[in-house]
T-cell receptor, first 115, second 117 residues
Framework: SQTIHQWPATLVQPVGSPLSLECTVE??????LYWYRQAAGRGLQLLFY??????ISSEVPQNLSASRPQDRQFILSSKKLLLSDSGFYLC??????????????FGPGTRLTVT | AQKITQTQPGMFVQEKEAVTLDCTYD???????LFWYKQPSSGEMIFLIY??????QNATEGRYSLNFQKARKSANLVISASQLGDSAMYFCAMSDLNSGGYQKVTFGIGTKLQVIP
């Protein structure tokens, strides 16, 4: 069966520090991968998605970036964190390819607090 | 642009009763999908149910059913026989294809459901 991991689970970082959040998926190949951010009391905002190694699409311009160095690894990064980067970051995967039907499966999330 | 609206920030339901969580959507695409997710206090998003825009029948998954009214652009979630473990945030979401032909999912702001013993 497929599983998705995220780490760290929680993170407290000062403003201006770098960030690296990691997401890995097991039990599937060539998945579509997604990074979402959820601000307190809000819905999910899509940040990045990837349909293959090295293929990253950004939905929202910001100081964050994403990379996919391996088929089942998705990394969210920042060179300098802002206070507004605080939130709950969720990684998700679905079966690769196009189509609207397949549901996305989410990881446990990383709670980031920028101080 | 697609949009999802959930107008109920919070709902209470008595244990063993049924509850309906509202969701309306707006899109000009003829082909789209509608999802409901549950988010317990732990934070993980759990997929509940899916409805396609061309599906003729309302989707059902155990105690969950989706009341799909295409002309009214509504996709309400009905939970029957509520249980204490149903207490959580519930998100409605819609998928369609972006300009690159890949799935893009837009989420509503959620409804917090509390089940009362």
């Amino acid at each position: 069966s497929q599983t998705i991991h995220q780490w760290p689970a929680t993170l407290v970082q000062p403003v201006g520090s770098p960030l690296s959040l990691e997401c890995t998926v097991e039990g599937t190949s060539n998945p579509n991968l997604y990074w979402y951010r959820q601000a307190a009391g809000r819905g999910l905002q899509l940040l990045f998605y990837s349909v293959g190694i090295g293929q990253i699409s950004s939905e929202v311009p910001q100081n964050l970036s994403a990379s996919r160095p391996q088929d089942r690894q998705f990394i969210l990064s920042s060179k300098k964190l802002l206070l507004s980067d605080s939130g709950f970051y969720l990684c998700a995967w679905r079966d690769g390819g196009t189509g609207i039907r397949d549901e996305q499966y989410f990881g446990p999330g990383t709670r980031l607090t920028v101080t | 642009a697609q949009k999802i609206t959930q107008t109920q920030p919070g709902m209470f339901v008595q244990e063993k009763e049924a509850v309906t969580l509202d969701c309306t959507y707006d899109t000009s695409d003829p082909s789209y999908g509608l999802f409901w997710y549950k988010q317990p206090s732990s934070g993980e998003m759990i997929f509940l149910i899916y409805q396609g825009s061309y599906d003729q029948q309302n989707a059902t998954e155990g105690r969950y059913s989706l009341n799909f009214q295409k002309a009214r652009k509504s996709a309400n979630l009905v939970i029957s026989a509520s249980q204490l473990g149903d207490s959580a945030m519930y998100f409605c979401a819609m998928s369609d294809l972006n300009s690159g032909g890949y799935q893009k999912v837009t989420f509503g702001i959620g409804t917090k459901l509390q089940v009362i013993p």
